[in-house]
T-cell receptor
Framework: AQSVDQPDAHVTLSEGASLELRCSYSYSAAPYLFWYVQYPGQSLQFLLKYITGDTVVKGTKGFEAEFRKSNSSFNLKKSPAHWSDSAKYFCALEGRTGGNNKLTFGQGTVLSVIP | EAAVTQSPRSKVAVTGGKVTLSCHQTNNHDYMYWYRQDTGHGLRLIHYSYVADSTEKGDIPDGYKASRPSQENFSLILELASLSQTAVYFC????????????FGKGTRLTVV
């Protein structure tokens, strides 16, 4: 079985601060990992993905994420944060065997950036 | 630009009634998916499809049917809607192959009363 956990339902910070959204996963092998973002009233949009190789991956909108096998985490980071980053962020996992793009999502983290 | 369009965007249904949620994609993607989102939960996969005229069960298929009459269209059918099926439903599409980007629709908010 595979699972994804985003332990923080809400994160609030001031514009200009550094943001880090936590994501941990459970999977028997090395997974494919993704971050998606959902702005209010919009659909989920792809931010970045980890497949293999460099453990720090860069995505759109200035975001990056670090894959840490040692503690099964894939945290999303950005510095500095901007008010326009306020949205709901989802971490997702695709298994490497028979995944067929079927994603397992975390609960999501609502990020509020205060101007 | 890749597009996944869902209709309706919101719906109120009565318990025991039939509900059909529709999804249309212009991405020329082979794969299509239906997910549901509940408060406090991530998206969970209901049904998916690799090719027209074929559907597969996802992680939570009970109470739902799916139909893929063409590459572009994928419907989710609730034959007997229940209160527990109140949720936001997302349709998505992707290319074949692993670790490809998945494109989502804006979601349908279904309320069963």
């Amino acid at each position: 079985a595979q699972s994804v956990d985003q332990p923080d339902a809400h994160v609030t910070l001031s514009e200009g601060a550094s943001l880090e959204l936590r994501c941990s996963y459970s999977y028997s092998a090395a997974p494919y990992l993704f971050w998606y973002v959902q702005y209010p009233g919009q659909s989920l949009q792809f931010l970045l993905k980890y497949i293999t190789g460099d453990t720090v991956v860069k995505g759109t909108k200035g975001f990056e994420a670090e894959f840490r096998k040692s503690n099964s985490s894939f945290n999303l980071k950005k510095s500095p944060a901007h008010w326009s980053d306020s949205a709901k962020y989802f971490c997702a996992l695709e298994g490497r065997t028979g995944g067929n793009n079927k994603l397992t999502f975390g609960q999501g983290t609502v990020l509020s950036v205060i101007p | 630009e890749a597009a996944v369009t869902q209709s309706p965007r919101s719906k109120v249904a009565v318990t025991g009634g039939k509900v059909t949620l529709s999804c249309h994609q212009t991405n020329n993607h082979d794969y299509m998916y239906w997910y549901r989102q509940d408060t406090g939960h991530g998206l969970r996969l209901i049904h998916y499809s690799y090719v027209a005229d074929s559907t597969e069960k996802g992680d939570i298929p009970d109470g739902y049917k799916a139909s893929r009459p063409s590459q572009e269209n994928f419907s989710l059918i609730l034959e007997l809607a229940s209160l527990s099926q109140t949720a936001v439903y997302f349709c998505a599409s992707s290319d074949a192959g692993a670790n490809t980007e998945v494109f989502f629709g804006k979601g349908t908010r279904l309320t069963v009363v």
